[in-house]
């Protein structure tokens, strides 16, 4: 088991970019892939980014495909989602989950454990 604490989010205008950490605490952060989702007012939560455990394979939706990068340090037990180029459409409470698989997973089923949430708030 896992615990993720969120962290960096903020307001910022459109274009500024933000860098999101998830922190996780135990001694097996290595054995689960990270997803990070967000979740709009009146939205369902969607998949944004995923890293495998090792951080060689990682996955965006496209919305943000070359806006934003994902990466761990597995010393630190840490995860990053950095975000360039943020626009309105990005504001949402973004959320880091861990899960099991060796492969990454967009499916917001496949994730057992789950962070309190980071507000990202873009003004245009």
């Known amino acids: 088991q896992v615990q993720l604490v969120e962290s960096g989010g903020g307001s910022v205008q459109a274009g500024a970019s933000l860098r999101l950490s998830c922190a996780a605490s135990?001694?097996?952060?290595?054995?689960?892939?990270v997803g990070w989702f967000r979740q709009a007012p009146g939205k369902e939560r969607e998949f944004v980014s995923a890293?495998?455990?090792?951080?060689?394979?990682?996955d965006y939706t496209d919305s943000v495909k070359g806006r934003f990068t994902i990466s761990r340090d597995n010393a630190k037990n840490t995860v990053y989602l950095q975000m360039n180029s943020l626009k309105f459409e990005d504001t949402a409470v973004y959320y880091c989950?861990?899960?099991?698989?060796?492969?990454?997973?967009?499916?917001?089923?496949?994730?057992?454990?789950w962070g309190q949430g980071t507000q990202v708030t873009v003004s245009s």
């Open positions: 989950a861990a899960q099991g698989s060796y492969y990454v997973s967009r499916r917001v089923s496949d994730y057992n454990y």
């Open positions: 135990g001694r097996t952060f290595s054995t689960y892939g």
């Open positions: 890293v495998s455990r090792s951080g060689g394979n990682t």
